[in-house]
């Protein structure tokens, strides 16, 4: 036992004792008689009043871009707006923060609060109230003034800041009453917040979310110059490209990727390689090993705040092929109902695990998905991804299938509609008219822009249906997908989406869909040169089709050699639209039959020379003649096409198609004044339907036509960019005449 007492002129008075066995001393001195037991003193020197706080870290010594966002703070600022900043993980929302309070402390004059709600978290029992209990101690409030309970250290934290002009920053808040209840009164305070959640409640109390962003390629590349200097890069820009482009524009990995280069002494196209694997990427965004300092770490610090339902999702995100999503197919791909689905989707969103783009869509970050993937095989039974695809494979092709429809219902199709439907066949037709296409005041045109809209989409999920084995699926998806391509000629995937179903066809056994598909391969293979490739395609898809039983298929692909025959040997494509004429009258098949006649006027356009040849079936007349005469009927042909209900069903596009080719066939025949007429005609229509590359065509033929310097450059620009978003060699020699 013995006596304590405290000296150096400390006020008695403001010592308070607990009168308990354990007692609890408040105040900067305490005087007591006989003390039993063991003493244990936690003493924290508070600031003395009017002490001006510092505490915001320091920035990023290299802290580049953001000027944007910095600029907006600027505006908030002279506003006198509060703001919380959020985005996703790892996206240099805290080291923002830092920047702007060391670059502004001039205009907080009585300083500079900081707190890491994550380190409050972090310590038992810390809250709302340690947090306040914190800022008044840094203002040099006494214990003995600071008072307990949520409600009194508010009050005591507006009275402290009313007449000073202060910063607060919090970092890390989870709730909107963090920024609330410290945001500080004095004129001209504010305060600056980052969340990892979009508090959207706080919109209601003026503050402002400011939401970042990851960088786009040329800010990327500033940083990693910064980190690594502009010689690295200069010197191997394609390498310092690559990498940025691994990186997502995320700051985190990009600032990873730039100790790596240096701790581990590697270019930056030896690391550009190592993460060019995707399922290596993750674990070589990680420093010394560990992941601690890794990508993974951070997304997964995200993931763990998750509820058990959107966590699930998200792993669910991660299996799921494509580059973005609706919450319908999410809903399909999870098994979930739609309201659902876009309630947790909303939850991800609100983490910014998942971006919401201004069409309503969602998507993740590259770097995200592969976590997302990594934690499903992580967490989940081996066959989950195999189940998500196939579900997702079903309902993008029930959805093409209706889209196809719309475009053109009456057109050849091997698949079976009741099939792909999942409808019985005498319920099909009533299954389309409540699609979302059909009712549309524009079911063709919506049609075709959402297939355009989800052509990524739509890749990726037909390369993982033929990655899993989906066979059957994969050459009906890549059937009806052929419509998109018939109006924006994507080249490149067209080819691919036909060469997959084709040989998906061979290994489901579909003789018919094989020759089919094989048979279309050759149009994009037309186009991009291959010609050899293209006739071996259509003389095995002639032995498929005429050995299909099928009624009509045989003249289907008769008349697509026939259009590999016209620039090489007119005569010989002239017999084969014949043979494919005659096939489709006998089907009696009316769209079919109007194709191989208007085929054959175009062959007699290609060969007109000014004299008749038998072999064309001409006589008398000569063949512009006879190829204005056939091109003009069939043309009114295609506008009356009808179903076999006698619905009218006119094929516009087509129609199209032999109007420019009937512009052609007058200008043939020396009248130059109908022909411009015509085919400007044929270039609205053509540009009405859709059917792009043929605009470019009828583009081209018009400029022959037009004396005006200044217009035919016009014409042909838009040719040369029409060729070039579809990958067509063409675009560089309208270039080279543009050239000339």
């Known amino acids: 036992m013995g006596t304590i007492g405290v000296a150096d002129g400390a006020d008695s008075s403001a010592m308070r004792v607990d009168n308990t066995m354990s007692g609890t001393v408040h105040g900067t001195s305490m005087q007591v008689g006989s ?109 003995e003034r600071i008072g307990s309970g949520t409600a009194e250290l508010e009050s005591t934290f507006r009275s402290e800041s009313a007449k000073r002009r202060l910063l607060v920053v919090l970092d890390e808040v989870t709730e909107p009453s963090h920024v609330r209840s410290l945001t500080p009164k004095g004129e001209g305070s504010i305060v600056l917040a980052t969340s990892k959640r979009r508090l959207g409640e706080l919109a209601l109390h003026d503050v402002e979310l400011v939401e970042l962003d990851v960088f786009d390629p040329d800010a990327a590349k500033e940083l990693l110059g910064e980190l690594c200097g502009r010689a690295a890069l200069d010197a191997d820009p394609a390498a310092a490209d690559r990498l940025a482009e691994l990186c997502g524009g995320l700051p985190i ?89 876009a309630g947790l989707l909303a939850d991800l969103a609100d983490a910014h695990l998942v971006h919401r783009t201004d069409d309503g869509r969602y998507q993740l970050h590259s770097l995200v998905r592969l976590h997302a993937q990594e934690t499903a ?169 005429d050995a299909s039983g099928h009624p009509v298929l045989p003249g289907s692909v008769r008349e697509l050699l026939g259009r590999y025959w016209d620039r090489r040997d007119p005569e010989r494509a002239a017999a084969v639209y014949r043979e494919s004429l005659e096939i489709n009258e006998r089907a009696g098949e009316a769209r079919g039959a109007a194709l191989a006649r208007y085929f054959l006027g175009r062959a007699l356009l290609v060969a007109a020379d000014g004299e008749g040849r038998p072999a064309l079936g001409v006589t008398g007349d000569s063949m512009e003649v006879e190829a204005e005469r056939q091109l003009r009927a069939v043309y009114a042909e295609f506008l009356g096409l009808v179903r076999e209900d006698g619905t009218p069903e006119p094929d516009r596009r087509m129609a199209a198609r032999a109007l420019a080719d009937l512009g052609r066939a007058q200008a043939r025949c020396g009248a130059a004044v109908d022909a411009r007429a015509t085919l400007g005609r044929a270039v609205g229509e053509l540009r009405e339907q859709q059917a792009f590359h043929y605009e470019a065509e009828a583009l081209e033929s018009l400029a022959e036509l037009t004396e005006n310097a200044g217009e035919r450059r016009g014409l042909l620009e838009r040719a040369v960019e029409i060729y070039r978003e579809s990958g067509n060699p063409r675009a560089a020699e309208v270039q080279a005449l543009l050239a000339e």
Not at 381 to 390: L, M
Not at 437 to 451: H, I, K, N, Y
Not at 485 to 490: A, E, G, I, V
């Open 253 to 341: 990995a990009l600032r990873i990727v730039a100790a790596r280069l240096q701790s581990d002494r590697l270019t930056l196209a030896q690391l550009a390689d190592e993460l060019a694997d995707e399922r290596q990427r993750l674990g070589r965004l990680t420093l010394q090993g560990t992941d601690a300092t890794g990508v993974s770490a951070t997304l997964s610090l995200a993931y763990r705040d998750q509820s058990e339902p959107a966590a699930r999702l998200y792993r669910t995100l991660g299996d799921l092929p494509g580059v973005s999503f609706d919450s319908g197919v999410v809903a399909a791909a999870a098994g979930l109902d739609a309201a659902t689905s």
């Open 35 to 143: 003390v039993h037991g063991g003493i244990a003193f936690h003493y924290a020197a508070a600031p003395a009043p009017g002490t001006r706080p510092d505490q915001v870290p320091r920035p990023p010594r290299r802290f580049v871009n953001r000027r944007a966002d910095l600029a907006r703070l600027d505006g908030l600022l002279a506003e006198g707006a509060s703001a919380v900043l959020n985005g996703m993980p790892g996206i240099g929302k805290t080291s923002t923060l830092y920047r702007w309070a060391h670059d502004n402390q001039q205009h907080f004059p009585d300083g500079q609060l900081f707190v890491d709600f994550a380190e409050l978290r972090s310590a038992a029992g810390a809250d709302l109230s340690e947090a306040l209990t914190m800022c008044l101690r840094a203002l040099g409030v006494p214990d």
């Open 377 to 545: 095989r992580e967490t989940d039974p081996p066959e989950t991804e195999r189940q998500i695809v196939q579900r997702v494979t079903t309902h993008y092709l029930a959805l093409t299938t209706l889209a196809d429809l719309a475009v053109r219902a009456g057109r050849l199709r091997i698949l079976k509609l009741g099939e792909v439907l999942r409808q019985p066949v005498d319920q099909v037709d009533a299954f389309v008219e409540r699609s979302p296409f059909a009712v549309s005041a524009t079911p063709g045109r919506d049609a075709v822009e959402w297939l355009e809209a989800e052509r990524p989409n739509l890749m990726a999920v037909l390369r993982a249906a033929v990655r899993f084995g989906f066979d059957r699926q994969a050459w009906q998806l890549a059937e009806v997908l052929t419509v998109l391509f018939l109006h924006h000629r994507h080249l490149a995937d067209w080819r691919e989406s036909l060469a997959l179903g084709a040989d998906a066809a061979h290994r489901d056994h579909q003789p018919a869909a094989e020759a089919r598909l094989r048979s279309m391969l050759s149009r994009p293979l037309m186009d991009l040169r291959q010609d050899d490739r293209a006739l071996a395609e259509l003389e095995t898809a002639i032995e498929l089709a």
